[in-house]
Structures are given as structure tokens and as C-alpha cells.
Nanobody
């Protein structure tokens, strides 16, 4: 059973920074696609950033240049460094893993339907 446990998040003023972490169980973690998603009030969950097993990354246009996704396979941990935060970044943030039991993730993915394991979510609130 795969578990993703998130930490970090909180409240910050616009222009500030936060770091999210997502620790996972499972020996195949290093081979899988990982991603960060967010869901604002009354909105659909959207992809923020994705990272492949080889470290290739992909970002939503709205966060490019401000957010950085990274992974430490030795620690089975995924990170999201968020800088220059804006009020519109306010949302519940979720980490996700695409674990199929086979193959190697070489292309980062950012669609909700492409992931089958999710963290519990953590709130990020940015005030103006």
C-alpha cells in the first residue's frame, strides 16, 4: 500500500515563499512520475508541476519561474519550492504519484487522470 504524506504549507503574505514536502513509501518511488496539483475553492483540481524519474520537469504557465519541483529518490520525498507567491496561488495543494507497477517515467505528467495515488492535501494561503 502506497502512502503519500504531505507537510509544509501555511499562510504567507504576497511575495513570500513556502516549501511543500511529500514523503512516500514504496520501493518503486524512484521510477515513477510525481506531481503537484492544487484546488482552489469551487475550482477543479489543476496540475501545477510534474517531474519524471530522470528529473525532467514541467510547469503550469501560471507558476513558471516562481515554483520549483524536485525529488530526492534516496529519501522518497518530493518537494515544491514556491517563491514570489501571489494571492491567486491560494489553494489546497496535493502531491501525487503515478504508480503502475511497471515501466519507467521519462515524461512528466500533469493531468489529474494520470495519477493514482494522492497525498492528504495541505492548505496554502497567500494574503495581499
Amino acid at each position: 500500500q502506497v502512502q503519500l504524506v504531505q507537510s509544509g504549507g501555511g499562510s504567507v503574505q504576497a511575495g513570500g515563499s513556502l516549501r511543500l514536502s511529500c514523503a512516500a513509501s514504496g520501493s518503486t518511488y524512484s521510477r515513477v512520475c510525481l506531481g503537484w496539483f492544487r484546488q482552489g475553492p469551487g475550482m477543479e483540481r489543476e496540475g501545477v508541476a510534474g517531474i519524471a524519474s530522470n528529473g525532467v520537469t514541467r510547469y503550469a504557465d501560471s507558476v513558471k519561474g516562481r515554483f520549483t519541483i524536485s525529488r530526492d529518490n534516496a529519501k522518497n520525498t518530493l518537494y515544491l519550492e514556491m517563491n514570489s507567491l501571489k494571492p491567486e496561488d491560494t489553494a489546497m495543494y496535493y502531491c501525487a504519484a503515478r504508480m503502475l507497477g511497471y515501466g519507467l517515467c521519462l515524461v512528466p505528467r500533469m493531468n489529474v487522470d494520470q495519477y493514482n495515488y494522492w497525498g492528504q492535501g495541505t492548505q496554502v494561503s497567500v494574503s495581499s
